[in-house]
């Protein structure tokens, strides 16, 4: 949720997809770090708006969004299948977006015209993340999914190194060592003879899938190529991807309800979780994000996508019963300490 979803301008060189925020399970969340910009391009601190409390509460609703989404995707579980998850939810996204973007759909929008576009960055951003994410809950704790998803970062030095000829420091090297370090803390589940024995619940490795594909997702929005009049507006540059991507999850769902046992239990529960995930952290944490982003300024924002762990900890204890543990924190510590480290100039 930077520019390409609220107002910044565009990431436009390739140092400015180093940093993407921590398992949002939205689309378009890319963001420049304050270090990638070089200070010929007119950068400075001063430059940097102020973190006013209005700004900090734009900036702490993401993350408690994108944070209630894993817990919610974990308590449905037993009522919809995973893939079907992420279909009803960005069907029902794009019926609430439809009054605000609907111009997007005419023949002339430019949408069209760059349709392989917008088809790989729904693949990537609608269809394949949250479907990983909904499938990673089936086996997997909500806490563990943040926590390995907030190394997305390294995972972006990483793509961006072998797919996109971006050069990587000696102090990213070291930060992704350490992000790395926290990840496999968690896989480990603190017990570091458990990596020896590859000892890995299915929901750890769609995950770190999910991860992946959101990096490469964050690069290609680091190269815009699409019509100003679509880029330039949030709502429209969502719903654009929203169109290919409800093809590819429908078609996910439907080998989903071919190849499984799948079935929908109706009622209230479900309604209510369908509507939290499609409105809060697919439109309403899309929108908070980059107008906070705009305000307060990249760096500091990207601060505020890390606390997305410490929600899934205290809404997983809350609701689910599921207590963190010490090994938690320092999963946490290292992914977080990887950040700063990478992001430092």
Known sequence: MRKEE???HPATNHQDALAADAA?????????LSSAIPRRAGY??????????????LLIIPPLLWAGNAVVGRLVNQLVPPITLNFLRWALAFVILLPLAGWVLRRRS????????????????????NALQYLALQTSTPLNVTLVAASTPVWMLGIGWLCFSQKVSRRQIMGALLSIAGVLVVLSRGQWSLLAQVRLVPGDLYVLLATMAWAFYSWLLAKPAEPPEIRNDWAAFLMAQMIFGLGWSGLFAASEWALTDAHIRWGWPLAAA?????????ILAYRCWGVGVQRAGPAVAGFFANLTPLFAALMSAAFLGELPHLYHGLAFALIVGGIVVSARR
């Open 6 to 8: 609220c107002g910044l």
């Open 24 to 32: 949002g399970p939205g689309t378009g969340r890319v963001f420049r």
């Open 44 to 57: 400075s601190r001063r430059m940097t708006p102020g973190l006013t409390p209005r700004t900090a509460l």
């Open 110 to 129: 430019g949408l069209w015209a760059h349709w392989r576009r917008f088809a790989l960055l729904g693949l990537l951003g609608v269809g394949a993340y």
């Open 274 to 282: 369908l509507l939290y995930v499609a409105l809060g952290p697919a």
